[in-house]
């Protein structure tokens, strides 16, 4: 049976098409023909967005799949955002390492999409091109003296003492002995974790051999980490609350009832007294400034308003009251959320909500671009939450392919971007190459018995492959 072709005309959104005007010259393909059996298929981004996304595209018989990844090295924020005290949670590279072994799979690191390559020339090279490179910058503040030394982003400081590149010229100064975190998330929480924890704790762990420096010179003595609003948006005072709460918040509830309202034993009382490190958290407070010390060089505390909670459910928000209260500390780190950035001027990208306008991982009005994670839908959750997000964009796309949706006919795949990053004087990082720096990873770390000792220059990176 002939296929019928046409180009695409005016999509406003998928997967509504018009057919072209009489006469129309088609370039497109309704079908994709048995004799072209290999969908080619590019990834942006190899963090957990990027290789579940790829995991479910593999699940069509033919399709290849290459991933492109700026750091020379793969798996995104599970190597450079989740806790080194969280081992157990980087088991996923284990999936991960599966996928990339997968003779349809391939790995391409130290390639920035957007500078060494662009979008648009992926979307000539491959049928489709899913964008997952999630969410590299954080939200600002936007309060007067957030730029005094003393203050800087949790995200930069996760990025420190997880070896990323970009982060490794930080040098935060931990000679104070109050540090303030704005925000109460689970980034909040580890950095507190980790600006506590004591440094023989952490000796076992692959946090940076730099990092892990500075923190045994820490005098941080006590975290607070302050939030706008409510531990859990309820009056969860009254013990009958907690029957309504989501069972999810409902562990947190009682949790945090029970500490507030119970006095401990004696031996817990005892424990609290002779600890010589302390946090808290604050809440219905929202930062107005931070405080620069005396001569103005650097942060010295932060001034709070008091808030209270107005509305109900969903639609609850923290409104000032009038009081301001003023914290001292000599660190100051924002924990407000991390947000992305755009990746090419032909990408639509919607800077208010720091994601690409989509409809179930379908970009809008670009057939055969697609997204995943956290540029997909805004940068929450765990990565069990990626993981469905990204299944869902794949299925989209393998859904796309099979009713005819996307450009047929061969496409050259990584043998024509290989040629553009060549004459750019760009050497892609492959799988196997990963594999040698893991190993020597893993090497370094032997002899202090870490699991691996990061390397956290990509210019030594590159330098051990022979780039």
Same mark, same amino acid.
């Given at each position: ?7 695409w005309?005016?999509?406003s959104?998928?997967p509504r098409t018009?057919? *072209? ?30 290789? /579940? ?5 593999? #699940?069509?018989p033919q399709? !290849?799949?290459?991933i /492109? ?13 989740v806790?080194?005290? !969280?081992?157990?949670?980087? =088991?996923?590279? =284990? ?5 990339? !072994?997968s ?5 391409? +690191? =130290? ?19 899913? %964008? ?7 939200r600002? %503040? ?5 730029? @005094?030394?003393?203050?800087c982003?949790?995200r ?11 982060n ?14 704005l925000?109460?998330? =689970?980034?909040?929480?580890d ?6 924890? *004591? ?8 946090i940076t051999?730099?990092? @892990?420096?500075?923190?045994?010179q ?10 706008r ?10 013990k ?7 069972? *999810?918040?409902?562990? @947190? ?6 500490t507030?309202t119970? #006095? $401990? ?5 005892a424990?609290?007294?002779s ?5 808290? %958290?604050?809440f ?26 107005e ?6 928000r ?21 947000k992305?950035?755009?990746?090419d001027?032909s990408?639509? &990208? ?12 379908r970009?809008?009005?670009?057939? +055969?671009l697609?997204?995943? +994670? ?10 069990a ?5 990204? &299944? ?11 009713a ?45 018995g870490?699991?691996?000792?990061? @390397?956290?220059? $990509? ?9």
């Amino acid at each position: 049976m002939a296929s019928r072709c046409w180009r695409w005309w005016g999509w406003s959104a998928w997967p509504r098409t018009r057919l *072209p005007p009489a006469g129309s010259t088609p370039s497109f393909c309704h079908h994709f023909s048995t004799q072209e059996k290999t969908p080619q298929i590019c990834v942006v981004g190899s963090g957990p967005a990027g290789f /579940y996304t790829a995991q479910h595209l593999l #699940k069509h018989p033919q399709a !290849h799949v290459d991933i /492109y990844e700026k750091q020379p090295v793969p798996f995104g924020l599970v190597r450079f955002g989740v806790a080194p005290d !969280h081992p157990e949670v980087k =088991n996923v590279i =284990n999936t991960f390492t599966q996928t990339a !072994h997968s003779g349809r799979c391939a790995f391409w +690191g =130290n390639v920035e999409v957007g500078r060494d390559v662009t979008v648009p020339e992926l979307q000539e090279a491959y049928h489709a091109v899913v %964008l997952s490179y999630g969410a590299e910058d954080h939200r600002a %503040l936007e309060i007067p003296g957030e730029e @005094l030394p003393g203050v800087c982003s949790a995200r930069a400081f996760v990025g420190w003492y997880n070896g990323l590149p970009e982060n490794q010229e930080l040098e935060p100064d931990l000679s104070c002995d109050t540090a303030v975190i704005l925000g109460q998330g =689970n980034v909040a929480l580890d950095v507190a974790r980790i600006l506590l924890t *004591p440094p023989e704790h952490l000796e076992r762990t692959d946090i940076t051999k730099a990092a @892990l420096g500075v923190l045994r010179q820490s005098r941080v003595k006590t975290v607070w980490l302050v939030g706008r609003r409510g531990p859990l948006q309820v009056a969860f005072t009254i013990k009958d609350k907690i029957k309504e709460v989501p069972r *999810p918040r409902k562990r @947190l509830t009682e949790l945090l009832l029970r500490t507030a309202t119970e #006095k $401990p034993g004696p031996a817990e009382a005892a424990r609290q007294a002779s600890a010589s490190r302390a946090w808290g %958290l604050r809440f219905f407070r929202s930062p107005q400034q931070v405080l620069p010390s005396p001569d103005g060089r650097r942060a010295a505390g932060v001034r709070l308003a008091v808030t209270r909670l107005e509305g109900v459910d969903e639609a609850t928000r923290a409104v000032p009251t009038g009081d301001m209260e003023d914290l001292p500390c000599g660190l100051v780190l924002s924990s407000i959320g991390y947000k992305s950035r755009p990746v090419d001027p032909s990408v639509p &990208f919607d800077s208010k909500l720091g994601v690409i306008p989509n409809v179930e991982g379908r970009v809008m009005d670009v057939p +055969g671009l697609y997204c995943s +994670g956290w540029v997909k839908r805004g940068p929450t959750g765990v990565i069990a939450t990626t993981m469905t997000d990204s &299944f869902l964009t794949g299925q989209m796309l393998l859904q796309d392919l099979k009713a005819g949706l996307l450009p047929s006919g061969p496409r050259p795949g990584y043998a024509a971007i290989q040629a553009l990053l060549s004459s750019r004087g760009v050497r892609p990082v492959s799988f196997s190459d990963w594999e040698k720096l893991d190993a020597e990873e893993v090497a370094r770390g032997q002899g202090t018995g870490k699991p691996r000792e990061k @390397l956290v220059d $990509p210019q030594e990176m590159l330098r051990l492959l022979g780039h």
